[in-house]
């Protein structure tokens, strides 16, 4: 995420040629690392309620990622305009998380069959009538608008029931258990610091990189 970010600003900048990003491998790059989050995003839900919802929990945290999507909605309409973020990662990580609950409890192949039909339903079910700026939610239109970023609930449902599914069956193999018995040492935890203020780097971390960005190439064109 921080490298596509930083190529991203290095192009809005001139370091790097106009449509950089949107180009050669770059796209792909940024699709897998939004399938990672929400694929974790459906290993943290199973992680957190597979034994039971704890529904305070469960509130709390849907509440802190919905207000932060709010926040990113927010800011980039004010930074970029007609190109802000109407439906980005941290929306779809809040609607995945309440629409996979019922996946907690269902059988794992048929959170398998409804992940892959999200997959398949944009290229069977796109229709003009889903053009409206209030369903672009949905990923059926047929016109998208110029969005910084946008992952719709369908296909992006599809990696948050994926990560559901495949911590399902890493519990009843036993994986997390056996994992719970790891004692990573100062180097792991250091390296887990990360995964545990995620949302906090997430916010962070590209007003950061556009900051130094812009101060460095305002001190050496000075």
């Given at each position: 995420m921080g490298i596509f970010h930083f190529t991203f600003d290095l192009m809005l900048f001139g370091y790097l040629p106009p449509g950089t990003v949107f180009q050669g491998i770059w796209p792909g790059f940024a699709r897998g690392v939004a399938a990672s989050f929400l694929f974790l995003a459906g290993v943290s839900l199973w992680l957190a309620h597979g034994q039971g919802l704890r529904w305070p929990a469960f509130w709390r945290r849907f509440a802190m990622v919905a207000g932060a999507a709010l926040l990113v909605t927010l800011?980039?309409?004010?930074?970029?305009?007609?190109?802000?973020?109407?439906?980005?990662?941290?929306?779809m990580i809040a609607a995945g998380s309440l629409l996979a609950l019922p996946f907690l409890r269902l059988p794992v192949a048929l959170?398998?069959?409804?992940?892959?039909?999200?997959?398949?339903?944009?290229?069977?079910?796109?229709s003009e009538a889903f053009n409206n700026p209030l369903l672009l939610w949905l990923g059926l239109a047929t016109e998208i608008p110029p969005m910084v970023d946008y992952l719709p609930i369908l296909p992006w449902l599809c990696p948050v029931l994926l990560g559901l599914a495949f911590a399902r069956v890493a519990d009843g193999a036993g994986l997390w258990a056996r994992l719970a018995l790891w004692h990573p040492g100062r180097l792991g935890q250091w390296l887990a610091w990360p995964g545990r203020h995620s949302l906090a780097i997430y916010l962070i971390h590209q007003p950061v990189l556009f900051g130094l960005l812009w101060a460095f190439t305002t001190w050496t064109r000075a």
């Open positions: 800011a980039t309409y004010f930074a970029l305009g007609a190109a802000f973020v109407r439906w980005g990662v941290l929306h959170t398998l069959a409804t992940a892959i039909a999200c997959f398949a339903a944009p290229h069977l079910f796109r």
